[in-house]
């Protein structure tokens, strides 16, 4: 199979990370600093050296490693930055290019808890204009939350624009990094970026089930959520110090040695050229689809701060139908759909036409898996316009 859905989880993983995660498991599959003996003492010690790699990697500040937490995927933990920064009576703003995860925390808070919201639409490129979201700023607005990356579009937001607007007023920003934590440099401080959330399955080349945010030291988000910590069990409420604050329960261990191999694969890679070999191939994939009559690309006129994310249509199919066809007939694994994210669609014309078809490469596809590609939609689209001009 010919895999181009790295935007939904990237596969396959490098070797070392499936090896880690095994090896780790078999050997010290224990719950980490619950008890005193040596296995639970190295089972801690990894969770804690992983924190502190994200955030470096994160440019948090290195001096509160504590603020990197641990969640179960990015959904989970934009729940927790969402539901912990907003009150009754908050205004918050957001864009047009949000995942579910940030539209259904939000949409809630304002049905059901007087929180007051703006959506900012993107330019025909993709791209959300940080004056845009200077201008919906209220007296009442207490956060920004942004996708760094379209999962829809590959287009990579201008952050630290953003960040210097959100800065000036006194503002929180949190940005969504699911799409480009793994693959694009992420420096908080220098994108005044006041907390992230993350994932670890996508390029941080983790395994689903594990993410996280990592929170400023300056910022406090509202605990949601109480249970056991293994620190401190004689207190009856849950704690307020982080990471505490924000971890409840058994962590995830297998998660976490996954993802720590997947980072440590990435030092090694480096994001450039992980980037770099990403977007040739993207590039190529694209300029294949422009030669194909019938085919409709979105946001991509412009590689530039872009992810190797391509979404396309062929006019007089539906996107479900030749997913499906790619799939059967030439064994190509693409996702189909609104992916989750309805306003792109809406804003871009391709709600009606039941979505789009999505094609994301990842670092161990080949100009051959490209080439393979393009030759099967071409295909398709010529089977579409003999069929059409039967009509």
């Known amino acids: 199979m010919i895999y181009l859905d790295n935007a939904a989880t990237a596969w396959p993983k490098p070797e070392s990370v499936y ?21 639970a003492i190295e089972a801690g010690n990894i969770v804690e050296d992983l924190r502190a790699r994200l955030t470096k990697f994160f440019g948090g500040d290195p001096e509160t490693p504590e603020r990197l937490c641990f969640a179960y995927n990015a959904t989970d933990a934009l729940n927790l930055i969402i539901w912990g920064l907003l009150c009754p009576g908050d205004h918050v703003v957001t864009t047009n290019l949000e995942h579910n995860s940030v539209i ?28 845009d979201i200077k201008a919906a700023f209220k007296k009442n607005t207490k956060l920004v939350v942004v996708n760094h990356g379209s999962n829809v579009l590959g287009t990579v937001q201008p952050l630290k624009e953003i960040g210097r607007v959100c800065r000036e007023a006194d503002i929180l920003l949190a940005a969504d990094t699911s799409q480009t934590a793994g693959v694009v440099p992420i420096n908080m401080k ?16 983790g395994c689903t089930g594990i993410g996280g ?78 030669e194909i009559e019938g085919v409709r690309i979105y946001c991509c006129d412009n590689l530039e701060n ?38 792109v669609h809406k804003q871009i014309g391709t709600a009606e036409l039941k979505g789009a078809v999505r094609f994301s490469v ?18 398709i689209a010529s089977w579409v316009q003999e069929q059409q001009a039967k009509v």
């Not at 959330?197 to 996508?202: I, L």
């Not at 139908?321 to 759909?337: E, F, I």
Request: glycine letters at 10%; a negative charge.
């Open 213 to 290: 945010l990592c929170v400023r030291k300056d910022v406090d988000i509202r605990q949601t959520r109480a249970g056991g910590t293994g620190v401190d069990s004689i207190n009856p409420y849950h704690l307020e110090r982080y990471p505490y604050r924000m971890e409840y329960g058994t962590p995830n261990m297998v998660g976490i040695a996954a993802l720590w191999a997947g980072q440590d694969w990435i030092e090694h890679a480096g994001l450039d050229n992980i980037h770099g070999q990403e977007m040739r191939l993207a590039r190529k994939l694209v300029n294949g689809f422009k």
């Open 104 to 131: 259904r925390p939000i949409n809630h808070l304002v049905r059901d808890h007087a929180v007051e919201v703006t959506y900012v639409p993107f330019d025909s490129n993709g791209f959300v204009n940080p004056d």
């Open 306 to 343: 872009h992810l190797s994310t391509v979404a396309m249509n062929i006019e007089g199919m539906d996107a479900a139908n030749v997913g499906t066809w790619l799939d059967v007939d030439y064994n190509v694994a693409t996702r189909t759909g609104l992916h989750c994210a309805p306003l």
């Open 190 to 205: 220098e994108m005044s970026v006041d907390v992230i959330a993350f994932t670890g399955h996508k390029a941080l080349m």
């Open 362 to 379: 990842g670092p161990f596809n080949t100009d051959q898996h490209i080439d393979h590609a393009v030759n099967a939609v071409a295909e």
């Open 19 to 39: 090896k880690f995660m095994v090896e780790f498991y078999q050997r010290c599959g224990v719950n980490p600093g619950r008890s005193g003996f040596d296995l």
